[in-house]
């Protein structure tokens, strides 16, 4: 069955950098775009980013262009978030989400498939 | 960018009710609306895509409309399993953006 497997969530301090990694299983992942979606405690989802299912094209929220980058590695199954000059306003849950149809044009379908998440906390 | 207004924040309702959330486009999306179901605790679960098409493994209670950009997911016959927040999101293109979230509590 789908599976996404977040990490690299934690306690980090304002101003630092944090990278994310999803690992993707039961799907063929080359043939899917993926998102990441966040959920600040006790507060409503937060799109994020999209990637293409070859990686060639990707969004970002204007909330964090600039500061963060969605990237993805089809060989290892695995897609990342770089995340620079993180803020308290950062903290939150960390979800990958795959799209619900292959092959689509960046950002033109929802996900149907989350992880668990990873935590992100930024804290000084 | 196109702002996804959800309403109500929250209610409450009987089991058995027919319950209704309502999503409102800023603009013309097409049918490009998605609604989510957040149990306490737990990640969001795809309910209906493209507005009206049911995600496989939901219940028939659960259906959406559309009428230019306002969208409906009703909840034909509340159940205590249903308790949860409700979200719509638009994929016409990217940003894609969730609405506000609706709390459906039982009463």
């Known amino acids: 069955q789908v599976q996404l497997v977040e990490s690299g969530g934690g306690v980090v301090q304002p101003g630092r950098s944090l990278r994310l990694s999803c690992v993707a299983s039961g799907f063929s992942f080359n043939s899917y775009g993926i998102h990441w979606v966040r959920q600040a405690p006790g507060k409503g989802l937060e799109w994020l980013a999209v990637?293409?299912?070859?990686?060639?094209?990707?969004y970002l929220a204007d909330s964090v262009r600039g500061r963060f980058s969605i990237s993805r590695d089809n060989s290892k199954n695995s897609l990342y978030l770089q995340m620079n000059d993180l803020s308290v306003a950062d903290t939150a849950m960390y979800y990958c989400?795959?799209?619900?149809?292959?092959?689509?044009?960046?950002?033109?379908?929802?996900?149907?498939?989350w992880g668990q998440g990873t935590l992100v906390a930024v804290s000084s | 960018d196109i702002q996804m207004t959800q309403s109500p924040a929250s209610l409450s309702a009987s089991v058995g009710d027919r319950v209704t959330i309502t999503c409102r486009a800023s603009?013309?999306?097409?049918?490009?609306l998605a609604w989510f179901q957040q149990k306490p605790g737990r990640v969001p679960n795809l309910l209906i895509y493209?507005?009206?098409t049911l995600q496989s493994g939901v219940p028939s209670r659960f259906s959406g409309s559309a009428s230019g950009t306002d969208f409906t997911l009703t909840i034909s016959s509340l159940q205590p399993e249903d308790v949860a927040t409700y979200y719509c999101?638009?994929?016409?293109?990217?940003?894609?953006?969730f609405g506000g979230g609706t709390k459906v509590e039982i009463k």
């Open positions: 989400v795959k799209e619900v149809r292959k092959w689509v044009i960046v950002g033109a379908t929802p996900g149907d498939s």
């Open positions: 999101q638009k994929y016409n293109n990217a940003p894609l953006t």
């Open positions: 990637i293409s299912y070859d990686g060639s094209n990707t």
């Open positions: 493209d507005a009206f």
């Open positions: 603009q013309d999306i097409g049918n490009s």
